[in-house]
Nanobody, 122 residues
Framework: QVQLVESGGGLVQAGGSLRLSCAASGRTFSNYAMGWFRQAPGKEREFVAAVNWSGLRINYADSVKGRFTISRDNAKNTVYLQMNSLKPEDTAVYYC???????????????WGQGTQVTVSS
């Protein structure tokens, strides 16, 4: 089992920045690819970004490319999502997830955090 706990969400004005963190415990963190997903009210959970175990393979949703940066620190068992130039449409609950394989398909991720709310005001 892998336990994931997100933090860093909050309320920010459009154009602002937030950094989300996801702390992992349980099995060896560096064995897992990590992903960030988000879910807005009334919408399906969607892929935001993913990073492989080493940090060398990264993928982003088109909607966040150039604005968000995913990174990981295996020594700290933590994955980050730096979010810049935030827009009101980025408002959602953000979840981190872990899986043995790198990818953007939420169905393939085995472990999930409880989520952290991000609200961007216009």
């Amino acid at each position: 089992q892998v336990q994931l706990v997100e933090s860093g969400g909050g309320l920010v004005q459009a154009g602002g920045s937030l950094r989300l963190s996801c702390a992992a415990s349980g099995r060896t963190f560096s064995n897992y690819a990590m992903g960030w997903f988000r879910q807005a009210p009334g919408k399906e959970r969607e892929f935001v970004a993913a990073v492989n175990w080493s940090g060398l393979r990264i993928n982003y949703a088109d909607s966040v490319k150039g604005r968000f940066t995913i990174s990981r620190d295996n020594a700290k068992n933590t994955v980050y999502l730096q979010m810049n130039s935030l827009k009101p449409e980025d408002t959602a609950v953000y979840y981190c997830a872990a899986d043995a394989l790198f990818g953007s398909n939420r169905e393939k991720y085995d472990y999930w955090g409880q989520g952290t709310q991000v609200t961007v005001s216009s």
